[in-house]
């Protein structure tokens, strides 16, 4: 119980950094201008990345699947993240 307290903290710790990125340099630069919508929506596609990451590795006990499905989910959130940041695909998801 106590291992899974401390990868989930990890995980929300880990997004809290992430989205202090574009916080921060929205301080410094008017280039970055995200609103609380688009800090909601990042930080629930991260969290959901990094505990669809942690499922797959406590679920799966061979690196044989755990290394592709991972990739599979990497690959996943950066077309989403893509998509939603500059619509290549020009779907309405992304506002286009």
């Not at 990345?49 to 990497?74: C, M, W």
Request: charged fraction near 15%; glycine fraction near 8%.
């Amino acid at each position: 119980m106590i291992m899974k307290n401390k990868r989930l903290i990890a995980i929300v710790l880990t997004v809290a950094v992430i989205l202090l990125i574009p916080f921060i340099a929205m301080q410094f630069t008017n280039e970055v201008d995200w609103t609380r919508s688009d800090f909601v929506i990042a930080g629930g596609i991260l969290l959901g990345i990094g505990l669809l990451i942690d499922l797959v590795l406590r679920k799966l006990s061979t690196s044989k699947y755990k290394v592709p499905i991972i990739i599979a989910i990497v690959i996943l959130f950066l077309l989403i993240w893509a998509e939603l940041g500059v619509g290549i695909f020009g779907t309405p998801f992304a506002g286009n």
